[in-house]
């Protein structure tokens, strides 16, 4: 049985990025397939945080304190970049409230865990792609209400205690349930828990997608590639100014990718939950969109960085084996 959660895990892993599609084709065709999710929302991202918190470990947060200064640097472009890029969007294209909520909303969310995975693929630097992620996680329940009452407040009424009690309860609580769940099983058990809730988390996070689909579909179509074009315009800028910055303050270069990819990559299933609970349905238009331009995005960018990783390596390798090699006439 395990070996067959291992497989169907590992193609889940692999094509999710055609399953985002897939959840978003089927949605607008066979919305009563999906209906009962917009009413699960805060329920399934529950789930997926607890999942998270099942894959945390005490190295995690280790090095929030041996490099305070990396981790610092990426959590601050991430929550400072991507809600100030998004509200100057907004502002440039005039949109309406509902979608000038929603895109603020989707910027003001941390960093999600396909983050780290692209930075696994990019061969960029892991561990500190994670502690971001975890950072910016823990610092939602203030950042995120902050963000929205900020910049959005001119055209919605933004309760900050009310939001972050949600965001704390759909996050923290989970997150800390999950950490302490892996402390019971301990590491022996933890290896075959996370094949099944990396289908869990999987099957959360699509039916989360395809519940906004169902109810927004023709509006979703009617936007159309407005609506792609300007959550593409968002996530490009937050991955080349979290690049420019990061090559300004002189991060080497796994670092520097990884960084990059957690600044414009967000927790849509976070913003699609949030505004679920607070805001009318088009509100989360701008994070559903999101799900999939991030999904194709990240892969994209994450290949060219290992591509550059790969030459950067080899360029090292030469010089290594010319710096050995006898000189002439020896």
Not at 171 to 199: D, F, M, N, W
Request: charged fraction near 10%; include cysteine.
């Amino acid at each position: 049985m395990m070996k067959l959660v291992t497989k169907v895990s590992g193609l889940v892993g692999k094509y999710l990025t055609l399953l985002v599609f897939a959840a978003i084709i089927s949605a607008y065709f066979m919305p009563s397939a999906y209906t009962w999710a917009t009413k699960n929302t805060v329920l399934l991202l529950g789930v997926v945080m607890f999942g998270i918190g099942m894959t945390l470990h005490a190295s995690d947060f280790k090095l929030v304190v041996q490099r305070p200064r990396e981790v610092f640097i990426g959590t601050l472009c991430h929550y400072t970049i991507m809600p100030l890029v998004a509200y100057a969007l907004v502002m440039f294209f005039d949109l309406t409230p509902e979608l000038a909520v929603g895109m603020v909303l989707l910027g003001s969310c941390p960093s999600g865990t396909a983050s780290n995975v692209m930075s696994f693929l990019a061969k960029g630097d892991v561990p500190l792609a994670v502690s971001i992620t975890t950072v910016s996680t823990l610092l939602a329940p203030i950042m995120m209400p902050f963000l929205v009452w900020a910049l959005a407040g001119q055209w919605v009424t933004v309760s900050f205690l009310a939001m972050a009690m949600t965001v704390l309860k759909v996050i923290l609580v989970p997150l800390v349930l999950g950490l302490l769940t892996h402390r019971l099983l301990g590491e022996k058990y933890l290896a075959q828990c996370q094949k099944v809730l990396v289908l869990v988390s999987a099957f959360a996070v699509l039916s989360i997608l395809g519940g906004v689909v169902a109810v927004n579909g023709q509006r979703i179509l009617e936007l159309g590639l407005f609506m792609v074009a300007l959550v593409l315009m968002h996530n490009l800028f937050g991955f080349a100014l979290g690049y420019f910055a990061t090559g300004k303050l002189g991060f080497g270069m796994r670092q520097q990718h990884s960084v990059t990819l957690e600044v414009g990559m967000q927790n849509d299933a976070l913003a699609v939950s949030v505004a679920s609970v607070y805001f009318v349905p088009e509100v989360a238009i701008p994070a559903a969109v999101g799900a999939a331009v991030h999904q194709v995005t990240g892969s994209l960018l994450a290949s060219v960085f290992a591509r550059r990783m790969d030459a950067y390596e080899a360029r090292q390798a030469e010089t290594g084996a010319e710096n050995l090699a006898p000189a002439a006439g020896n």
